[in-house]
């Protein structure tokens, strides 16, 4: 009976948000409005359940992962800047939450950048050595080059410049549609995955 119910409000919901592409209505309101609710509980309880009970209250509390007083004890230094981040909500003292903000922007900008150079440029750099022995190693390795030469403004492009940065265009633009390309199949993907519970899970039209 439960499942019978949840397929039942699955269904209404997923027609809710298609009635959408007739026109803007209170059931595609409703609908986007409880997903959006709904999504954003489950974030509040899974930062609860999964970053703040083990890493924050079990340690200082309970003492569980931590092998001394010391470990246990610097835990409240983050854990004052998390709370500092909630005195948004009131004016006079929103200044302090600038402290979290800015100490949260550094740790991200610094990782960022870490994570950028050691999973992306590194990587790509090492990728692009390549041995010009293949059409595919060649159109890479042409590819790379030529679209750096179309974002180098340090010199006209003109003559041999012009035409290397044309053609980095035209790779460029292939990327693109291959990334577009890429974004309709995911969301193609999705919509027949609906479709194939509305079909099948709940109108029980193809078994």
């Known amino acids: 009976m439960t499942h019978i119910i949840g397929t039942w409000i699955a269904a209404g919901l997923t027609l809710a948000i298609f009635s959408f592409l007739y026109r803007d ?20 309880l899974y930062t609860w359940a999964f970053d703040i009970w083990p890493m ?4 200082i509390f309970r003492s569980r992962g931590v092998t001394s007083p010391v470990d246990r004890w610097i835990l409240l230094i983050p854990a004052i800047f998390g709370l500092l981040m909630l005195a948004r909500w009131f004016p006079k003292a929103a ?3 600038r402290w979290s903000i800015s100490l949260t922007v550094g740790i991200a900008a610094g990782l960022g950048i870490i994570g950028q150079i ?3 440029l590194l990587p790509q ?4 050595l390549l041995p010009l022995t293949t059409i595919n190693n060649i159109i890479l390795v042409v ?8 974002f180098y403004f340090s010199a006209a492009h003109k003559g041999l410049i012009r035409v290397s940065a044309r053609i980095g265009v035209v790779f460029i633009m292939a990327s693109f549609g291959a990334s577009f390309g890429y974004t ?3 969301r193609i993907s999705l919509l027949i995955g609906r479709l194939n519970f509305l079909i099948n899970d709940w109108l029980h039209l193809l078994r």
């Open 95 to 97: 200044w302090l939450s």
């Open 143 to 150: 590819g790379v080059i030529t679209t750096l030469i179309y």
């Open 125 to 128: 750099i090492q990728g692009t």
């Open 184 to 186: 309709v199949m995911a």
């Open 118 to 120: 050691q999973g992306i």
């Open 56 to 59: 924050l209250v079990d340690p």
């Open 25 to 44: 209505n209170p059931a595609y309101k409703f609908a986007e409005h409880l997903y959006v609710g709904v999504s954003a509980a489950f974030a509040v």
